[in-house]
């Protein structure tokens, strides 16, 4: 009979596993905010902000992916099976593809962009959705090792070959296809790689959840999402090229702030799915994300004169604004932990609160808003009182279970 875990061995889990996951993170991370830097360069201002716009939309189009890791993954630790959850992503995937050929058109529009161009950036939907089926079975069996090296590969394959294309001439459109096919290879990469241990191979049960349980996700994940990108997407509406480029770099902090500090939310989701550890898994989440957070505002506040060295002069006047975009991106850090434990215990309700902030967010930036400046405040104390809010809420909601609670679905 295994050992149970003592306190003790699950802190050092749990920072082993935060460790090998920031590393993977990290990875995909800086080799995407490399590609900021050759694009803001060789595109220019005006350019660079239709190819920020691309990446929007693209990241808004990726929330059945984001969404679907986290059904699998508490599926996985509630006992389903691996077929099933696979066959739940090949769904999934389809759904997503049928969905990003809808709506190139209404993205070429709104972006004022080709419709090459918006296809390029939306096909990549259903690679990331089967992708994210293979990562979500990695983190919910805490196979964290694995896991960093997938989203290290996904990172890289995404990125080397959009520089590539950015480097003979290519447009953003162009770009973000090439990423695209880099994404597919990594996808079928992972899939081998989840098939190799034999864990979760058997045929299982039928997951008692369905394309339906990954929409309720997906709602969760697309007002996150949503409060990440809605200020890009009106910035380039509402702003002057130029303005909207500065906020665009600019923006690039918020996503470091954001994404910097998600292995937290992939290696405690699991605890947060298990009702046994709950409550406490949620408390160290939140805890540890305003921690990182603070970190992460200050250096941003540190970093800001070097703006001018690494892109240029004509970046300089959103030097001063660096540490705000830096809080924008901790408090929807901290915003993502209390959505993913809403989604661990199903109580994906408390997202309300999050899409009541992106209606006021989209408001003030219509009507009030129209500098570089009042846009990132307007973004800041939006995203800081929503995450508040949540948080809040998330906590009161994670009540300790009692000692009868198993974290296995009856079938």
């Known amino acids: 009979m295994p050992r149970p875990e003592t306190p003790r061995s699950a802190t050092g889990t749990a920072v082993a596993g935060m460790t090998m996951v920031t590393a993977g993170a990290m990875t995909a991370n800086l080799a995407s905010y490399l590609l900021h830097l050759p694009a803001a360069q060789w595109l220019g201002p005006a350019g660079y902000g239709e190819f920020a716009g691309l990446l929007a939309a693209q990241l808004v189009l990726a929330v059945p992916a984001l969404a679907l ?9 509630l006992g389903a099976g691996t077929a099933s959850l696979r066959r739940l992503g090949y769904r999934c995937a389809g759904l997503a593809g049928f969905v990003a050929l809808a709506v190139v058109p209404l993205v070429a529009w709104a972006l004022d ?10 096909v990549t939907a259903p690679l990331l959705v089967l992708l994210a089926a293979e990562q979500g079975l990695l983190q919910g069996r805490g196979r964290f090792g694995a896991l960093s090296v997938v989203l290290a590969a996904a990172g890289v394959a995404k990125v080397v070959p959009a520089v590539a294309v950015l ?31 034999p864990a979760g191979q058997e045929s299982g ?61 992939v290696v405690l989701y699991p605890r947060m799915a298990n009702p046994a550890q709950s409550a406490a898994a949620v408390r160290s989440a939140l805890a540890v994300l305003v921690g990182i957070g603070a970190v992460l505002v200050a250096g941003a506040a540190a970093c800001a004169p070097l703006v001018p060295l690494l892109v240029g002069d004509a970046y300089a006047p959103v030097q001063s604004l660096l540490w705000l975009f830096a809080l924008q991106g901790a408090c929807l850090a901290v915003l993502q932990g209390a959505l993913l434990s809403a989604i661990a215990g199903e109580r994906t309700h408390l997202a309300a609160v999050a899409w009541v902030g ?12 129209s ?23 998330a906590v009161r909601a994670a009540h300790p279970a009692g000692p009868n609670v198993t974290a296995v679905r009856s079938n």
């Open 113 to 122: 962009t080709s419709v090459a161009g918006a296809l390029g950036s939306l």
């Open 205 to 265: 049960a039928a997951p008692a959840v369905g394309v339906p349980a990954v929409l309720r996700a997906s709602q969760v994940q697309l007002a996150l999402i949503a409060l990440t990108s809605l200020d890009l997407l009106l910035a380039r509406a509402v702003l002057d090229p130029e303005d909207a480029g500065l906020y665009a770099l600019g923006a690039v902090a918020t996503k470091v702030a954001f994404w910097l500090p998600q292995a937290v939310g």
């Open 69 to 77: 890791q986290t059904v699998v993954a508490r599926e996985t630790v």
């Open 371 to 393: 500098t570089t400046r009042q846009f990132v405040l307007v973004a800041v104390s939006v995203a800081a009182l929503t995450a508040t809010v949540v948080s809040v809420l």
């Open 167 to 197: 480097a003979v001439g290519g447009g953003p459109g162009a770009a973000l296809f090439a990423g695209a096919v880099g994404t597919g290879f990594v996808a079928v990469g992972a899939a081998a790689l989840v098939s190799r241990s």
């Open 358 to 369: 992106l209606v006021v967010e989209a408001a003030l930036m219509l009507t009030v808003a």
